[in-house]
Each structure stands twice: as structure tokens, then as C-alpha cells.
């Protein structure tokens, strides 16, 4: 295969270590055993072996004494995300699905709380969700409308969520539920609810890919006060702390998906022949791939920077992430449309690299915030200084 990524002068020599590590994992290991999964459900051999690897140890990070802490740089996950997504959707997906799941937890949940959950899921025998979507809200946070009925030692559940990671398999999931009747994000309250919980079932989604994702049904469930995630009405807070740091590492499984593809495109057109000559050499061919190498080294940079201003703790970079997100994700359903299009019909066979990345590449950009709620973002930074005299 050829290399066609350009060289990442800006990252230091661990972080390159980092990611090739990731990408000779994700093709000689996890592949394997993600394949013998069954579509659309939670791959417990993959997440074992993501532990195993110290792939999940690098985002659910300890400190000397052993103790999880919520510190996995930003720039770390977008590599672990890029590299496992140029081999591997499916392992790459498994780690971010935990990631999102249990971050609420490290981050905002109590001692006993983190101590029973975190380890469980930083060692792949517990599967984390992300429960915020419902079906009458997705990015309209103000729209959620799962109510949280304050009783005697806790709250009670009611309503439903959809879209949900994991469900409705998943071991414990962050939930974000109404505890008032404020409007907007004010009102909101995080909980990490067990899967077991009395009272919650759901049932699984059949998406154009099969990840396992699905809704959940909350039937007066009860959740003790002890497993309020933060402080109650600022469960958004939660919620945007863990979106933070998620979504540049969005734009980056996107590029290792627009990666694989230019490598797929690359190699069939240094090798098909058409017309008594590879097809490298019409420019048709060459100019596009060319025009996709460029778009996808930009939407790396795009990512590192968002990741390394999170790292650095800078406020107000919120559209940093969004330029990132909407340009990797838009790049990268180019390059696998572009792909596509370099190999004609036999990309579209079921069970061809390029006709699994299509199908995967389409859900990042609405997932975690559509592309037009990033333009929103954007805009709204631009917009957001007067005009001086």
C-alpha cells in the first residue's frame, strides 16, 4: 500500500509513535476480531482487546497512585482515532463509544460512583452509553424532555432517549434528564444509570451502518442521589465538558476514513490499466486525488490545532472544534465519494472497503452537532465582536 498521508511535522515523536502504534493495531489485531462480531451489537472481545492493548488506558488515563483521572489530552484522542479509523471503523468506534459514555462519569460523578463504573469500563468488561438525544430533540437542547421527578433518596425517570450509543445493551449510561421546568439547557441534570436499572429497556436501531446504537424507554426509574452527575440543573456542563473534548477527535476519525480511502484510490490507480495505461496517468484521476490530499491534510491540521488549544486550556475555541468537525467530515465523505468514483462499480459491491467506508462516513456529519449547526457556531463567532469605529 502505497503512503500517502504527508509527513505531520508538528507532532512530537511519542505522539507519531502514538498514532502508527494505533494504525498497526487497528489492521493486525482488531480487524480480526471485529469482523467476527455480529453487526449492530456490542463487540465485547473488541473492547477486551482495546484494553488489553492500552488503547482504552490512554483515554481513561491514571495517575501514580492508580487512580482514574479525567486528563487524556485532547491531540492523544484524535490520533487514537485517526489511526484505529484508517484500519478499523469498528474498534475505532468501540473507543469513542466508551469515551463519551464514561467521561461523564470520571469527570462529574461521585468517589463511590467512579470507583464502580470507571475501572469496569477502561478495562472493556463494561460498556459505557451516552444517553442525550431523544426522539424530539437533537441538537436542540432546550427541546429534551426526559423528565427527572425528584422522590425521597433520588429521582425517578420517565421518557424516552433514541440514537443512543450502546443501547440498549450497554452496562451503565450518562443520562441527561429535566429535573425542572426551566427552559433551554438550564434545568438539566446528568445521571449515571445503570443498565439493570428496574423500569428501563429499549431496543436497537438498524442503521445504514451497523453500530450498535439504539433507544431506550425510561419507565419510572429510579436513580439514587447519589448518582447525580455534577450538580443538579448543570447537567449541560456535564455534558459540554465531554463534547469538548470529543469532538475534534470527530474530524479525525473522519480523515482516517478519508485516508483509507485516497490509499485504496492510490493503489488501484497506480495498478488498473484503461486504455493501454495505468489510470495514474490521466489527469482526470491524478488531479482529484491530488485535490483530495490536500483537502485531507488541511483537515488534519484543522483537528490538531482545535485538540491542542483544548489541551492547552484557551477559552472561547469553541468554533476551533467546529471549523475542524464540518471541514473533516465534509472532506472525508469527498474523498470516499472520490474513491468511489476512481474504481467504478466494483467499489459498490458489498464488502468492499469502499462501499463500508461510505456507508460509515456519512453519520459524523450530523452526529455531535450536524454540519449546519457548526456553520451556526462559526458564524456566530465572526458575528461576535462589535465593530470598531
Not at 483509507?260 to 490507480?269: E, H, K, P, R
Not at 490521466?282 to 490530499?293: K, N, R
Request: hydrophobic share 45%.
Amino acid at each position: 500500500m502505497a503512503d500517502t498521508r504527508l509527513t505531520d511535522t508538528h507532532l512530537t515523536d511519542a505522539q507519531r509513535e502514538l498514532l502508527a502504534r494505533s494504525e498497526k493495531l487497528a489492521a493486525g489485531v482488531f480487524a480480526p476480531i471485529a469482523s467476527a462480531g455480529t453487526p449492530g451489537e456490542i463487540n465485547r472481545p473488541l473492547l477486551a482487546a482495546l484494553a488489553e492493548h492500552g488503547l482504552l488506558g490512554r483515554v481513561f488515563t491514571t495517575d501514580s497512585a492508580g487512580t482514574h483521572r479525567p486528563t487524556v489530552p485532547a491531540v492523544d484522542l484524535c490520533l487514537l482515532r485517526e489511526g484505529l479509523a484508517r484500519h478499523c471503523t469498528e474498534a475505532e468506534t468501540a473507543l469513542a463509544l466508551q469515551g463519551l459514555g464514561g467521561y461523564p462519569i470520571l469527570q462529574a460523578g461521585r468517589p463511590e460512583v467512579i470507583a464502580e463504573w470507571i475501572p469496569r469500563i477502561a478495562s472493556g468488561a463494561a460498556a459505557a452509553g451516552f444517553a442525550l438525544t431523544e426522539p424530539g430533540a437533537g441538537s436542540d437542547a432546550g427541546a429534551l424532555a426526559l423528565a427527572a421527578r425528584k422522590v425521597a433518596g433520588g429521582y425517578r425517570l420517565t421518557g424516552e432517549k433514541s440514537f443512543i450509543s450502546n443501547a440498549p445493551a450497554a452496562d451503565v449510561y450518562s443520562v441527561f434528564a429535566r429535573t425542572s421546568e426551566e427552559r433551554g439547557s438550564r434545568g438539566l441534570t446528568a445521571f449515571a444509570v445503570p443498565g439493570a436499572s428496574e423500569g428501563l429497556d429499549g431496543e436497537p436501531l438498524r442503521l445504514v451502518s451497523p453500530h450498535p446504537i439504539g433507544g431506550l424507554r425510561f419507565t419510572d426509574v429510579f436513580v439514587p442521589d447519589s448518582h447525580v452527575l455534577g450538580e443538579v440543573g448543570r447537567g449541560w456542563s456535564v455534558a459540554m465538558g465531554t463534547l469538548e473534548l470529543f469532538r475534534p477527535s470527530v474530524g479525525a476519525f473522519a480523515v482516517g476514513m478519508g485516508q483509507a480511502a485516497l490509499d485504496a484510490a492510490v493503489d488501484y490507480a497506480s495498478d488498473r490499466q484503461a486504455f493501454g495505461r495505468p489510470l495514474r496517468e490521466f489527469q482526470a484521476v491524478s488531479h482529484q486525488l491530488a485535490e483530495v490530499a490536500t483537502r485531507l491534510q488541511a483537515a488534519r491540521l484543522l483537528v490538531h490545532n482545535a485538540a491542542a488549544a483544548h489541551d492547552a486550556g484557551l477559552t472561547g475555541i469553541g468554533h476551533l472544534a467546529a471549523m475542524a468537525k464540518l471541514f473533516a467530515t465534509e472532506t472525508a465523505q469527498f474523498a470516499v465519494d472520490v474513491a468511489i468514483q476512481v474504481h467504478g462499480a466494483r467499489a459498490l459491491e458489498q464488502g468492499h472497503l469502499l462501499e463500508h467506508l461510505y456507508r460509515e462516513v456519512r453519520a459524523p456529519r450530523i452526529y455531535e452537532g450536524a454540519s449546519e449547526i457548526q456553520r451556526e457556531i462559526i458564524a456566530r463567532q465572526l458575528f461576535s465582536r462589535k465593530p470598531t469605529d
